[in-house]
T-cell receptor, first 115, second 115 residues
Framework: GDSVTQMEGPVTLSEEAFLTINCTYTATGYPSLFWYVQYPGEGLQLLLKATKADDKGSNKGFEATYRKETTSFHLEKGSVQVSDSAVYFCALSASDSGGYQKVTFGTGTKLQVIP | EAGVTQSPTHLIKTRGQQVTLRCSPISGHTSVYWYQQALGLGLQFLLWYDEGEERNRGNFPPRFSGRQFPNYSSELNVNALELEDSALYLC??????????????FGPGTRLTVL
């Protein structure tokens, strides 16, 4: 079945540091890929998405590129802020055996940014 | 535009009891998804409803069930509660039925504690 693997957390960075959160996936066909963010005490929000190979999703200074050859969708940000502290989920959307859409999430990576 | 709403915010139940969680999607969205976010396990897909019908189901026992009403709101019912059902239950809605590229919009969740 489909799966998403994220790097274990928590990731602790100083403010203005460079962020990379690795995400790799396995899926049949051509999934769409997403990054969601969950701030403390809140539900998930879409951060960015990419729907085909070599697409780059970007939002709020975060970027991720859909790499089909390496089945990866790593999240990056050049300079993190304390307000970026949250849990980040990588996800894929693909068709299951019945032809219906199914979204599979990774386990989440907690990011802590310290001043 | 109002987002996805869920009620109640918190629930405390005892083993063997039954619980009903409620979700109202964003206006115009016909698809509703339910997820369980247990501590340390990420998001696990539970159920997907669209146009009043169950379209897909995750790997959960039959005591997890639900329905979608004509106004597209949805209920998740859990019977015979077990301790391991303690989790954050997230509802999401999407605009376009079953499209791989579609974004799911999440509610704030219902925190269920089973004692």
């Amino acid at each position: 079945g489909d799966s998403v693997t994220q790097m274990e957390g928590p990731v602790t960075l100083s403010e203005e540091a460079f962020l990379t959160i690795n995400c790799t996936y396995t899926a049949t066909g051509y999934p769409s890929l997403f990054w969601y963010v969950q701030y403390p005490g809140e539900g998930l929000q879409l951060l960015l998405k990419a729907t085909k190979a070599d697409d780059k999703g970007s939002n709020k200074g975060f970027e991720a590129t859909y790499r089909k050859e390496t089945t990866s969708f790593h999240l990056e940000k050049g300079s993190v802020q304390v307000s970026d502290s949250a849990v980040y989920f990588c996800a894929l959307s693909a068709s299951d055996s019945g032809g219906y859409q199914k979204v599979t999430f990774g386990t989440g990576t907690k990011l802590q940014v310290i001043p | 535009e109002a987002g996805v709403t869920q009620s109640p915010t918190h629930l405390i139940k005892t083993r063997g009891q039954q619980v009903t969680l409620r979700c109202s999607p964003i206006s115009g969205h016909t698809s509703v998804y339910w997820y369980q976010q247990a501590l340390g396990l990420g998001l696990q897909f539970l159920l997907w409803y669209d146009e009043g019908e169950e379209r897909n189901r995750g790997n959960f026992p039959p005591r997890f069930s639900g329905r979608q009403f004509p106004n597209y709101s949805s209920e998740l019912n859990v019977n015979a509660l077990e301790l391991e059902d303690s989790a954050l239950y997230l509802c999401a809605s999407s605009l376009v039925r079953g499209q791989l590229t579609d974004t799911q919009y999440f509610g704030p969740g219902t925190r269920l504690t089973v004692l």
